[in-house]
């Protein structure tokens, strides 16, 4: 396969560098904007073609040396090779071409992106697939020599594949969940735990999750493909030999055939059920399948953008739909009247609702249920919210969460987004109902990932 020379004008969604060869575009992983690359063409369609990065020819001076030496291989970061500084504004841009493009909006004013000063160790929360080295070449290891076939391998999944990359360092990881990994690999190869096959559906251990609170607390959760765990006291027992200081250790069960990660039935082997954090001052308990922000610190600056951009009176019922464990719930409710939260995972609301205790806030209420149901019945109900918030998974709201946001009428809707596109899209129903967005920050939660995270101010017109 000759190698076609490509000059990059842009990134696309992903990270991957945007050309153009022959009037078609061209996605070139590892390419930077103002590069001129040597690509092989391993993909042509009818709109565009993908091409493996041979050669830089000619460098961007925003290309920097990847820190970690799994990188090249491995599918969790996409941006090492860019300079942070041009990373914030690649998010930044993400966002504006998102707002114009699909959202097809004008007169929005789209800040620079808030980063972080130490943009490194920022996640407190691991999950990572458990499988065989080798073994139908369903995983790769870092290091071949010395590893025998089927033994077990932690780890990130390669770039592109379900092929597990040995992991021993995450350098985006808080360094407590490289002690569990390490901690879980030795005493799971110690008890011969078989792990999880996705081709055969065999085998035992399928995930392994941690997290940390910033006191230190570790939560480790093993995510299991059957309920029965041989051996689990002394497991249990050896675990916590060769990681002492742990809060809590828990079995997941997920018996389904498919990608997710948790099932639904959570069992305590060890210690306590929750871990907690602290942001801003509040205190939060986080259980095993509760979402939690895996960037404490820049959590923070979200939640603050947020409220700054809620200009709250005091005086206002707030509705916060998609709440998790309550956190914007309980930061907007010291500056207003009322707080309403609305949560389709019961473990979270659970533990929103012993943070409002715990935290002594008594002006917040926390609804099990799916948005898209409960929001019309609170509004039958006749309550009425002057602001808004909204804070969705990546693939953004309901059309019908939308409307009924529009019918209640509310001041403001402030929507916290992790898709630009998702957001972009909802931006664009919410200006049709009448609501227009008055301005967009983008604030870096996910350093070295294509990840882009926004807080939108929107009122009514
Ligand atoms: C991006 S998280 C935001 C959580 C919270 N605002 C925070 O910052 O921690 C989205 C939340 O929406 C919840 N969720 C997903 N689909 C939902 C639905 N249809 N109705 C209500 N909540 C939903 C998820 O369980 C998750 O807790």
């Given at each position: 396969?000759?190698?076609?020379?490509?000059?990059i004008?842009?990134?696309?969604?992903?990270?991957?560098?945007v050309?153009k060869?022959?009037?078609?575009?061209?996605?070139?992983?590892?390419?930077?904007?103002?590069?001129?690359?040597?690509?092989?063409?391993?993909?042509?369609?009818?709109?565009?073609?993908?091409?493996?990065?041979?050669?830089?020819?000619?460098?961007?001076?925003?290309?920097?040396?990847?820190?970690c030496?799994?990188?090249?291989?491995?599918?969790?970061?996409?941006?090492?090779?860019?300079?942070?500084?041009?990373?914030?504004?690649w998010?930044?841009?993400?966002?504006?071409?998102?707002?114009?493009?699909?959202?097809?909006?004008?007169?929005?004013?789209?800040?620079?992106?808030?980063?972080?000063?130490?943009?490194?160790?920022?996640?407190?929360?691991?999950?990572?697939?458990?499988?065989?080295a080798?073994?139908?070449?369903?995983?790769?290891?870092r290091?071949?020599?010395?590893?025998?076939?089927?033994?077990?391998?932690?780890g990130?999944?390669?770039?592109?594949s379900?092929?597990?990359?040995d992991?021993?360092?995450?350098?985006?990881?808080?360094?407590?969940?490289?002690?569990?990994?390490?901690a879980?690999?030795?005493?799971?190869?110690?008890?011969?735990?078989q792990?999880?096959d996705?081709?055969?559906?065999?085998?035992?251990?399928?995930?392994?999750?941690?997290?940390?609170g910033?006191?230190?607390?570790?939560?480790?959760?093993l995510?299991?493909?059957?309920?029965?765990?041989?051996?689990?006291?002394?497991?249990?027992?050896?675990?916590?030999?060769?990681?002492?200081?742990?809060?809590?250790?828990?079995?997941?069960v997920?018996?389904?055939?498919?990608?997710?990660?948790?099932?639904?039935?959570?069992?305590?082997?060890?210690?306590?059920?929750?871990?907690?954090?602290?942001?801003?001052?509040?205190?939060?308990?986080?259980?095993?399948?509760?979402?939690?922000?895996?960037?404490?610190?820049?959590?923070?600056?979200?939640?603050?953008?947020?409220?700054d951009?809620?200009?709250?009176?005091g005086?206002?019922?707030?509705?916060?739909?998609?709440?998790?464990?309550g956190t914007?719930?309980?930061?907007?409710?010291?500056?207003a009247?009322?707080?309403?939260?609305?949560?389709?995972?019961?473990?979270?609301?659970?533990?929103?609702?012993?943070?409002?205790?715990?935290?002594?806030?008594?002006?917040?209420?926390?609804i099990?249920?799916?948005?898209?149901?409960?929001?019309?019945?609170?509004?039958?109900?006749?309550?009425?919210?002057?602001?808004?918030?909204?804070?969705?998974?990546?693939?953004?709201?309901?059309?019908?969460?939308?409307?009924?946001?529009?019918?209640?009428?509310p001041?403001?809707?402030?929507?916290?987004?992790?898709?630009?596109?998702?957001?972009?899209?909802?931006?664009?129903?919410?200006?049709?109902?009448?609501?227009?967005?008055?301005?967009?920050?983008?604030?870096?939660?996910?350093?070295?990932?294509s990840?882009?995270?926004?807080?939108?101010?929107?009122?009514k017109?």
């Open positions: 396969m000759s190698a076609e020379k490509i000059f004008h842009g990134l696309g969604s992903s990270g991957e560098g050309g060869l022959d009037g078609l575009a061209v996605f070139v992983e590892g390419a930077l904007p103002g590069e001129e690359v040597l690509a092989e063409i391993e993909t042509r369609k009818k709109n565009y073609a993908v091409g493996r990065l041979v050669e830089v020819v000619k460098n961007s001076p925003e290309r920097v040396e990847p820190f030496p799994l990188y090249k291989n491995c599918g969790g970061c996409q941006l090492q090779h860019m300079s942070y500084a041009a990373q914030l504004k998010k930044r841009q993400q966002v504006v071409d998102a707002v114009e493009r699909i959202g097809k909006l004008g007169g929005v004013k789209i800040f620079e992106t808030l980063g972080m000063e130490n943009p490194l160790r920022y996640r407190n929360k691991m999950q990572f697939p458990v499988g065989k080798m073994r139908n070449a369903q995983c790769v290891v290091n071949d020599s010395g590893r025998g076939k089927d033994e077990l391998v932690i990130c999944y390669a770039r592109g379900h092929k597990i990359i992991t021993t360092s995450c350098l985006i990881q808080n360094a407590g969940n490289d002690k569990i990994l390490a879980v690999r030795v005493v799971a190869k110690k008890f011969n735990l792990p999880y996705e081709d055969t559906h065999k085998g035992f251990l399928r995930h392994v999750m941690g997290r940390v910033s006191n230190g607390e570790l939560m480790i959760v995510v299991t493909a059957t309920k029965n765990f041989p051996n689990e006291k002394n497991f249990v027992r050896a675990l916590l030999k060769e990681i002492p200081n742990v809060t809590s250790i828990q079995q997941n997920q018996t389904f055939r498919n990608n997710v990660i948790l099932g639904r039935d959570t069992k305590i082997l060890y210690g306590k059920p929750t871990i907690h954090d602290k942001i801003g001052g509040l205190s939060f308990n986080i259980s095993a399948r509760s979402f939690f922000q895996v960037n404490t610190a820049q959590a923070e600056v979200l939640y603050k953008t947020a409220q951009f809620a200009e709250l009176r005086n206002e019922t707030i509705i916060d739909a998609y709440c998790g464990t914007i719930s309980l930061f907007m409710a010291k500056k009247r009322k707080v309403v939260g609305v949560e389709v995972v019961s473990s979270a609301v659970a533990d929103a609702k012993k943070n409002s205790r715990e935290n002594n806030i008594r002006n917040a209420e926390f099990v249920g799916d948005a898209v149901n409960v929001l019309p019945k609170i509004f039958d109900a006749g309550v009425y919210a002057e602001v808004v918030i909204v804070d969705p998974p990546r693939a953004g709201c309901d059309k019908k969460v939308l409307e009924t946001f529009a019918a209640m009428k001041e403001k809707i402030i929507y916290v987004s992790c898709n630009p596109a998702t957001l972009a899209r909802d931006l664009k129903i919410l200006d049709e109902l009448g609501y227009r967005t008055k301005k967009i920050q983008p604030v870096d939660m996910f350093p070295f990932t990840h882009v995270e926004s807080v939108a101010q929107i009122f017109s």
